[in-house]
């Protein structure tokens, strides 16, 4: 038969994914668009007023952090700029930005807005138990670059009969 492509999204203008990884664990598409004459930009921050993605924690600031396409290279990159008093993190608590320094994000980063360490979750985790707030994993995404996914799709086909006892090629 013919190849088809299998597991993949559907390319409907989406350039990424956050995905939370706690409270509502709710996902965000980061479509292209053009807002106030800025291409494809998302901010996340506690600022419902000002951000694209709201994160409900006073630790998070009101514009923390924010996502953009740079179209500059001979390919898309797409970057995180933090913004925040605090600081954001890639993947853990060494990975750390600081105001106005910014990261290339891969697909399957995880972005936190509060300190990913070990005691912090701990104590986020057990405040998100006693008061149902949105903490701990809920300041956490994944970033999903959904044009890398559908770049690296791969083709399926039919497997080829395989020598076995039973068709006697043994």
């Known amino acids: 038969?013919?190849?088809?492509?299998?597991?993949?999204?559907?390319?409907d203008g989406a350039f990424g994914l956050l995905q939370r990884l706690g409270g509502k664990q709710d996902e965000f598409k980061l479509?292209?668009?053009l807002v106030d004459n800025v291409k494809d930009r998302y901010t996340i921050g506690r600022s419902a007023?000002?951000?694209d993605v709201t994160v409900n924690n006073k630790m998070v600031s009101g514009t923390h952090c924010t996502i953009y396409c740079d179209y500059t290279g001979p390919r898309l990159v797409?970057?995180?700029?933090?913004?925040?008093a605090n600081g954001t993190y890639i993947n853990d608590h060494n990975t750390r930005l600081k105001k106005g320094e910014r990261i290339e994000l891969k697909s399957g980063d995880q972005i936190y807005l509060t300190s990913p360490s070990s005691e912090n979750a701990a104590a986020s985790a057990s405040?998100?138990?006693n008061k149902g707030g949105d903490y701990g994993r809920a300041t956490a995404f994944m970033f999903v670059n959904l044009r890398d996914r559908l770049a690296n799709q791969r083709a399926i086909g039919v497997a080829p009969n395989m020598p076995t006892k039973a068709n006697g090629a043994y």
């Open 1 to 11: 038969g013919s190849p088809r492509t299998g597991g993949s999204p559907r390319n």
């Open 31 to 33: 479509t292209h668009r």
């Open 49 to 51: 007023a000002t951000c």
């Open 78 to 84: 797409i970057y995180l700029e933090d913004t925040s």
């Open 127 to 129: 405040a998100s138990a």
